[in-house]
């Protein structure tokens, strides 16, 4: 019975081991289950480490006619850089992550990436209106979307050098809102916040004799370019304090200098389709700020 007894109470220790043992490792897997682990190594990882999305626009080469051997260089140089804004959007929504409010890509990407389209798809009209009939319709392929985590991206074939490697639809995307006056030769809406002032180019003095079948759209155009510069000037006065030392150029500037090149070259088609087509037009499109 004495020698019995050390055997019983080891034995004892060795099964209390054991379920020691077990007990450890039921801990040890409780707790990776809590730590979010899964068994094909995803979960809470693959959720934060998802990208911004990428920008989807219309493609425009295949609703184009047939490209006259005169305008082909042109077109393709034009082809090539919306593949480019596309690509650069794609870098600056990247880049841009977490910044901004709610409308930040709408405002700051997607709307400056439309009003480029609608410059860049001009030049190609015009390229092609040249020695051809002028292709209508392109500013309707010029609105792009963000097919962000998955969502779906809005309809329509994407441009295929852009999505997946590299930006409210633009204000004045139809062209048609606003009445009266000419292009102000001074930024308007000035305020008292210190933010300064936008000033542009005035188109109206630099336009020929407009033929009355023009005169309606190169009225309405150019009360457009007036309310580009108020709406610029009250983004300004909004967005004091905001970004980096380019903000300004590159969200009010530079946007809206996009936004008076479509304008302006719908001014030119407009007077071009029954007299001659106003050249230069696009060298009033850049404006300053002044402090």
């Known amino acids: 019975m004495s020698r019995a007894l050390p055997k019983y109470n080891k034995r004892r220790v060795g099964l209390a081991g054991g379920a020691a043992a077990v007990a450890l490792t039921g801990a040890v897997i409780a707790g990776t289950?809590?730590?979010?682990?899964s068994s094909d190594g995803g979960g809470a990882d693959a959720r934060t480490l998802a990208g911004p999305g990428t920008i989807s626009c219309p493609d425009v080469a295949s609703q184009l006619p047939a490209v006259p051997a005169s305008a082909q260089a042109d077109v393709t140089r034009n082809l090539a850089l919306l593949d480019q804004q596309i690509a650069e959007?794609?870098?600056?929504?990247?880049d841009t992550v977490g910044q901004g409010g709610p409308n930040f890509v709408?405002?700051?990407?997607?709307?400056?990436?439309?009003?480029?389209?609608?410059?860049?798809?001009?030049?190609i009209a015009t390229a092609i209106g040249r020695t051809a009939d002028r292709p209508a319709g392109l500013d309707s392929l010029?609105?792009?979307?963000l097919d962000a985590q998955g969502d779906p991206a809005a309809p329509?074939?994407?441009?295929?050098?852009?999505?997946g490697t590299a930006a409210p639809p633009a204000e004045d995307a139809g062209g048609d809102t606003g009445a009266g006056g000419g292009d102000a030769g001074a930024g308007q809406g000035g305020d008292a916040t210190g933010a300064g002032t936008i000033s542009c180019p005035d188109v109206a003095s630099q336009l020929p004799a407009v033929p009355a079948s023009a005169q309606a759209e190169v009225t309405r155009n150019l009360a457009l370019l007036d309310q580009q510069i108020a709406e610029?000037?009250?983004?300004l006065v909004d967005t004091v304090g905001q970004g980096g030392p380019?903000?300004?150029q590159n969200a009010i500037l530079g946007p809206l200098?996009?936004?008076?090149?479509?304008?302006v070259n719908r001014i030119a088609t407009a007077i071009g389709r029954t007299a001659d087509r106003p050249a230069g037009l696009d060298s009033l499109a850049a404006c300053t700020l002044t402090k």
């Open 257 to 263: 200098e996009d936004k008076r090149i479509a304008t």
């Open 156 to 163: 329509g074939q994407e441009e295929t050098g852009g999505a």
């Open 246 to 248: 380019n903000f300004v």
């Open 106 to 123: 709408q405002n700051a990407i997607l709307g400056p990436l439309e009003d480029k389209r609608i410059a860049t798809v001009n030049r």
């Open 33 to 37: 289950a809590l730590a979010g682990e």
């Open 232 to 235: 610029a000037n009250k983004r």
């Open 142 to 145: 010029a609105a792009c979307s």
């Open 89 to 94: 959007a794609n870098k600056r929504l990247v």
